[in-house]
């Protein structure tokens, strides 16, 4: 079985290497986050 693993893992890491799948929507914010949320201050301008 450990040699059926290894051989899994090969094939992943070739597949990997010919087509990566690298995502960076997955990686990356596209917005304000939560805690911006929390403030609540939309616009990041001071109403002082």
Request: net charge positive; with cysteine.
């Amino acid at each position: 079985m450990n040699f059926w693993n290894h051989i899994a893992g090969y094939a992943a890491a070739i597949r990997e290497f010919v087509a990566p799948t690298y995502r960076p929507e997955r990686y990356y914010m596209r917005g304000p986050g939560p805690a911006c949320a929390r403030r609540g201050n939309t616009l990041g301008i001071s109403a002082h």
